[in-house]
Nanobody, 130 residues
Framework: QLQFVESGGGLVQAGGSLRLSCVTSGFNINYMAIGWIRQAPGKEFEGVSCISSGTRRASYADSVKGRFTMSRDNAKNTVYLQMNDLQTDDTAIYYC???????????????????????WGQGAQVTVSS
């Protein structure tokens, strides 16, 4: 079965950095895109970053482009989100997630919206103070 275990969240001052980790199991990158989805307090889910299943190309939301970097360590079956120059607006719960079905299988692109993601981890809290 598909499982995600997130870690690395915490409290950091604005301008600081943090790295989230997501240990994955039970998924096949050939069939699923993997993404980081966040939800700020009282806000809708926002797709932050994702890696396509076909070519493992990373995409980023405009709000984090240039500051966040998503990567994958195949040997450790772990997905990372390196977050630099964190701002108070980045405060949210960050979820590691994977798409369901076959719509995104083997594709060069991946969705930066929450709806296509059917499998979610339990989330990691990131709090950025001013």
């Amino acid at each position: 079965q598909l499982q995600f275990v997130e870690s690395g969240g915490g409290l950091v001052q604005a301008g600081g950095s943090l790295r989230l980790s997501c240990v994955t199991s039970g998924f096949n990158i050939n069939y699923m895109a993997i993404g980081w989805i966040r939800q700020a307090p009282g806000k809708e889910f926002e797709g932050v970053s994702c890696i396509s299943s076909g070519t493992r190309r990373a995409s980023y939301a405009d709000s984090v482009k240039g500051r966040f970097t998503m990567s994958r360590d195949n040997a450790k079956n772990t997905v990372y989100l390196q977050m630099n120059d964190l701002q108070t607006d980045d405060t949210a719960i960050y979820y590691c997630a994977a798409t369901g079905g076959s719509s995104w299988s083997g594709r060069d692109i991946c969705p930066l919206t929450s709806l296509p993601y059917d499998y979610w981890g339990q989330g990691a809290q990131v709090t950025v103070s001013s």
